[in-house]
């Protein structure tokens, strides 16, 4: 069954940019151009074997478990593993699905180190969030009781809602990263638990991250409010991440393309 017009219209306006920006930087550098989400896939399985075995189960904790009672410098020592670390209690396919969905999308549009910065970013935000919320106590509005402080920080699902936010606003895609905003305020709102505050904790930091940049494009150029997410430099066309120029979204003229949950 096609689509009518005015749904490829939207369809065009919501996902063509990131889609243009993923096919130009695949035909542009092949699948080099998702060297960093194909090692984070990896190492992902790797420590997801590693993990089940009796002899590897300590190592991985002992490097990259973060919970909100440890020393703040060997929590900080442990969070960049630790985005690499799924859960025990859940299917791994499902993180490397996420893994290789949203960083593989992120890598193309912001290039490799913006899209670790931003990983990273959210997964720290999601942490020290953890440790505010247990010195805060159960009885204000943002704070957590005091047995989360023992409980496993999320893994690599702060960093993937984190960067599927970020992109969506750098790419404009409105209704998607509000969808994404969304599900994760259902998600504690249905199971109010700390992988899931952990995960708005991510989401307010990188919306800081956005608000600011929107800001700061708007006084580079306030003839173009539109243009404070879009990471052009000065003068010129293109990225500064790396990413392809945008250009026209013809290809979706005919059939089109998929989503993800978490």
């Known amino acids: 069954m096609s689509l ?7 369809a065009v306006r919501e996902w063509g940019p990131l889609f243009t920006a993923v096919r130009e930087r695949l035909a542009e550098r092949g699948v080099r151009a998702l060297a960093l989400t194909l090692s984070a896939v990896t190492l992902t399985a790797a420590i997801q074997v590693t993990q089940n075995q009796a002899w590897g189960y300590g190592p ?30 859940l299917p791994v396919w499902g993180a490397l699905a996420q893994i290789l969905l949203v960083f593989g999308v992120a890598e193309a549009c912001l290039g490799r180190w913006r899209t670790l910065a931003v990983a990273y970013g959210a997964t720290l935000a999601g942490t020290l969030y953890a440790r505010i919320g247990v010195a805060l106590g ?22 993937v809602v984190g960067l599927a936010v970020y992109v969506c606003h750098q790419r404009r895609a409105w209704f998607t990263g509000a969808l994404v905003v969304l599900a994760m305020v259902v ?10 505050r952990e995960h708005l904790a991510a989401i307010a ?28 430099p000065a003068g010129g066309s293109g990225t500064r991440s790396g ?6 979204w013809n290809f979706l003229r005919g059939p ?7």
Do not use: Y
Request: aromatic share 4%; with cysteine; hydrophobic share 40%.
């Open 243 to 248: 990413a392809p120029p945008m250009r026209s």
């Open 4 to 10: 009518s017009p005015a749904l490829r219209r939207a």
């Open 187 to 196: 998600e504690v709102l249905v199971k109010d638990n700390l992988a899931g």
């Open 60 to 89: 991985v904790r002992s490097l990259g478990a973060v919970r909100a009672e440890d020393p703040l410098p060997l929590a900080l020592l442990r969070t960049p593993l630790s985005l690499f670390v799924p859960a025990l209690d």
């Open 138 to 159: 159960p009885g204000t509005f943002l704070g957590l009781p005091a047995s989360d402080a023992q409980v496993v920080d999320t893994g690599p699902s702060a960093a």
């Open 205 to 232: 930091a990188v919306l800081v991250v956005c608000g600011v940049r929107e800001w700061r494009g708007r006084r580079r150029d306030p003839r173009d409010p539109g243009r404070g997410g879009q990471d052009l």
């Open 256 to 262: 089109a393309q998929r989503t993800s949950w978490w």
